[in-house]
């Protein structure tokens, strides 16, 4: 009988499968957040519940960056102090976090929400390219700095969106190899990054 669990109520066990949606959250990680949470904290389960629910129904996508926002266009969109002539391509909010705590860039974001993954039937269409080739062909932007991740996917990603972006005569570079090979720029130090985008290059 060893190995076994107890029969679990259903709605710890409905908690259990939630937790486990979070990215490297495994069966039995999961079941010890909901026992420490139901066990030890229930001031904090309620207030995570009530965050996580009042931020999916009021956050937004930023028409401009396509990056969370609580209004139509976000704060840094609208921003005076950056350079319009730059677009900087991520793949998820947590790179742009980490590209503006190197303090290396100054201009404006696109995020993707995704990379191509035609395995997992992530294509072109799921992630709006249409979207991003219209925002990056506007005339202000000079230059397009593709910052997916050094992934097989990240590269897959960037080869698309440069034949895509050149074949309308737009500038396209890639952040430089300062960023090491199969890594992710959520989990890149910061001085790493600033160096990566001083030392980008043509695509």
Request: hydrophobic share 35%; aromatic share 4%.
């Amino acid at each position: 009988m060893s190995g076994l669990h107890l029969p679990e109520p259903e709605p710890l066990r409905a908690l259990i499968e939630a937790l486990k949606r979070l990215p490297n959250v495994g069966e039995r990680t999961a079941r010890r957040m909901a026992y420490h949470l139901l066990q030890h904290d229930l001031q904090g389960a309620q207030q995570l519940s009530e965050t996580l629910a009042r931020a999916s129904q009021q956050l937004l996508h930023c028409e401009r960056c396509n990056s969370f926002s609580e209004t139509k266009i976000c704060a840094l969109c609208t921003s005076e102090r950056r350079d319009s002539r730059l677009l900087c391509v991520v793949e998820t909010p947590a790179d742009q976090n980490m590209l503006e705590a190197s303090h290396g860039y100054q201009g404006l974001y696109y995020v993707l929400m995704g990379r191509l993954a035609p395995i997992e039937g992530v294509g072109p269409q799921q992630l709006a390219f249409e979207r991003l080739v219209q925002r990056a062909t506007e005339p202000e932007v000079h230059e397009i700095v593709l910052a997916t991740n050094f992934t097989a996917e990240g590269e897959t990603t960037a080869y698309h969106l440069t034949e895509i972006l050149r074949a309308r005569g737009k500038r396209v570079t890639r952040l430089a190899r300062g960023v090491p090979a199969g890594s992710e720029l959520e989990y890149v130090d910061a001085s790493t990054i600033a160096w990566a985008l001083q030392e980008r290059r043509e695509n």
